[in-house]
T-cell receptor, first 113, second 112 residues
Framework: EAQVTQNPRYLITVTGKKLTVTCSQNMNHEYMSWYRQDPGLGLRQIYYSMNVEVTDKGDVPEGYKVSRKEKRNFPLILESPSPNQTSLYFC????????????FGPGTRLTVL | DQQVKQNSPSLSVQEGRISILNCDYTNSMFDYFLWYKKYPAEGPTFLISISSIKDKNEDGRFTVFLNKSAKHLSLHIVPSQPGDSAVYFCAASVAGNTPLVFGKGTRLSVIA
């Protein structure tokens, strides 16, 4: 079954404690990205990757890091989380062509106290 | 500055009637548009798309209309069903594999 998986699904942490949200896809997609969803703001892109070792900033990259060492994985790293990073995070992937369907993961709800 | 706008945060429609969700954009370079549907506790799922060379695309009960001169697109759902109750996101992109830009979403409630 084609899918994008994220872990953990829910996380409560404290300010400053480094965390990683993993994302993995089984569709051999070149393109992967991270979004955050906040009330009244919709989906905003954090980072994206066109292929292995190629990453680029989206609209709201401050406070986040990503890496793309393997095609299937695209972890999101918060080196020093802050309360304003409390949000619902989605990972997504698609093929090379933008007309390809973009598949989203189930989401990770992060709360930073 | 918001490039993709969904000005109606919510919409209620009776089952069997037509649902019309609207989306406006400001960037004239956008040439590919999509609609995504999102249920609670799930990720968005792709619904339908349209290229700027077309003004209409249909898939079953879902039709997307594009008016380039007005920089406006709409999603029609006919007939609406209770299972269509979800948040609908409009998205757009510029040629060249650039990231999607999403609107804020419209919550559709279909009342039985």
């Amino acid at each position: 079954e084609a899918q994008v998986t994220q872990n953990p699904r829910y996380l409560i942490t404290v300010t400053g404690k480094k965390l990683t949200v993993t994302c993995s896809q089984n569709m051999n997609h070149e393109y992967m990205s991270w979004y955050r969803q906040d009330p009244g703001l919709g989906l905003r892109q954090i980072y994206y990757s066109m292929n292995v070792e190629v990453t680029d900033k989206g609209d709201v990259p401050e406070g986040y890091k990503v890496s793309r060492k393997e095609k299937r994985n695209f972890p999101l790293i918060l080196e020093s989380p802050s309360p304003n990073q409390t949000s619902l995070y989605f990972c997504a992937s698609r093929g090379q062509v933008r007309a390809d369907t973009q598949y989203f993961g189930p989401g990770t709800r992060l709360t930073v106290l | 500055d918001q490039q993709v706008k969904q000005n109606s945060p919510s919409l209620s429609v009776q089952e069997g009637r037509i649902s019309i969700l609207n989306c406006d954009y400001t960037n004239s370079m956008f040439d590919y548009f999509l609609w995504y549907k999102k249920y609670p506790a799930e990720g968005p799922t792709f619904l339908i798309s349209i290229s700027s060379i077309k003004d209409k695309n249909e898939d079953g009960r879902f039709t997307v209309f594009l008016n380039k001169s007005a920089k406006h697109l709409s999603l029609h759902i006919v007939p609406s069903q209770p299972g269509d109750s979800a948040v609908y996101f409009c998205a757009a992109s510029v040629a060249g594999n650039t990231p999607l830009v999403f609107g804020k979403g419209t919550r559709l409630s279909v009342i039985a």
